[in-house]
């Protein structure tokens, strides 16, 4: 499987996009920048010289300023115009604000032109509580702790937490894996992703209130009150905050951080897919699907298709990833070799 090519160049093109559509609103420069990021990445070569972009319709234009930039990281590695941009105060600010869990760029916007800068400013005392929704109000909590990275072991033990209040809802063994960074082999993560089987489709809700309710406070297992606020409750999917009860080291005297936490449930006929998905890392995907793409397939996290119609009667079986590198005509690769 060919790795997404011109990575350097479509990076920072794509972070030109990321400012103009977050901080500064200007969409539609967003956009022409993100299409440019894209078209470079799904080049099956690396471009050396600034002629070689000429396969590319959009950046063919002798003066256009997207291929000027595109020269000057070529020539230089860097990029001017994007470094001054995150100096603005206004983008700084947004930066900052869209880094609280919830925020969205336009929420982040929106606070500014309200007078809003900075976190301080939420921090400060009198801000009205409809200034921000619950969500963000717990984003702003703990947002210095979620910017910490989670040390493998500790990720590991809130994992093995979920597993086991997994396996307490019935009597089959459940498939539960943590995933993200972590099942890549990382020494640490940003968060901690797990991803749960559920064989019987309707039993999903079921199975992720009985593994919420077991995590919470006040419940009789071993594990309450490893969860602490939730984020975002859905159906089979779950976004919230969890800590350690007791310290990894008995003489650790720090109080637990406090970490983000996903999970998920998947159904079995989808589980492998859903694995291979959040299993990461996100080039790694984006490079597959776009194999899977050429092949005439469409790769999901809820499936690998036969046909871009994702219908139901279109999905491939596959019991585990290796039936899916297998039907795609790949390599197996294990995750830790999947840190692209
Ligand atoms: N993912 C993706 N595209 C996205 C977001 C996520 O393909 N836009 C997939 C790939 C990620 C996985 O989901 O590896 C988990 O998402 P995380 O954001 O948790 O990323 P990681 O676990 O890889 O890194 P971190 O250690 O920062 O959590
Ligand atoms: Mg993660």
């Known amino acids: 499987m060919p790795l997404e090519c011109n990575s350097k160049v479509a990076d920072l093109l794509s972070e030109m996009a990321k400012i103009n559509q977050d901080a500064l609103r200007e969409v539609y420069k967003a956009k022409q920048y993100a299409a440019a990021a894209s078209a470079l990445r799904s080049l099956n070569f690396e471009v050396q010289s600034i002629d070689q972009v ?15 930039y595109v020269q000057e990281i ?8 994007l470094q001054s941009l ?34 301080a400013d939420l921090r400060a005392p009198g801000v009205p509580r409809d200034t921000l929704t619950p969500t963000q109000w717990i984003g702003l909590k703990y947002y210095e702790e979620f910017k910490q990275r989670i040390p493998r072991e500790e990720v590991s033990h809130i994992a093995t937490a979920v597993r086991e209040a997994a396996n307490t809802f019935m009597k089959d063994e459940v498939r539960c894996y943590c995933v993200g960074s972590f099942r890549r082999g990382k020494a640490d993560s940003g968060d901690v992703d797990v991803l749960v089987e ?4 309707s039993l999903a809700n079921d199975l992720l209130m009985h593994i919420l309710n077991d995590l919470r406070a006040g419940s009789p297992s071993p594990r ?25 080291r008995a003489d650790d005297q720090a109080p637990p951080v406090h970490r983000r936490i996903d999970i998920k449930v998947y159904e079995t006929d989808a589980f492998p897919t859903a694995l291979l998905y959040f299993t990461g890392s996100d080039k790694f995907n984006r490079s597959m699907r776009l194999w899977a793409k050429r092949k005439g397939y ?16 279109s999905r491939v079986r596959v019991r585990d990833e290796k039936d899916i590198f297998d039907a795609l005509q790949l390599d197996y690769v294990a995750p830790k070799d999947r840190n692209v």
């Not at 000429?54 to 000027?68: A, F, H, Q, Y």
């Not at 070529?74 to 115009?81: E, N, P, Q, R, S």
């Not at 309450?224 to 990894?248: E, F, R, W």
């Open 198 to 201: 559920c064989r019987d489709v």
């Open 298 to 313: 469409a790769l999901q996290d809820k499936g690998l298709f036969r046909d871009r119609s994702e219908a139901a009667a």
């Open 86 to 119: 995150r100096q603005r105060p206004d983008v700084k600010s947004c930066v900052e604000l869209s880094g609280i869990h919830g925020v969205g760029p336009v929420t982040a916007r929106k606070l500014f032109d309200k007078g809003y800068k900075s976190l």
């Open 74 to 81: 070529l020539t230089t590695g860097k990029l001017t115009a």
């Open 224 to 248: 309450s009150g490893i969860l602490t606020d939730d984020l975002q409750v859905g159906d089979v999917q779950y976004m919230g905050v969890a800590a350690l009860q007791q310290p990894l």
């Open 54 to 68: 000429d396969v590319i319709p959009m950046l063919k234009k002798r003066d256009g300023k997207i291929r000027k």
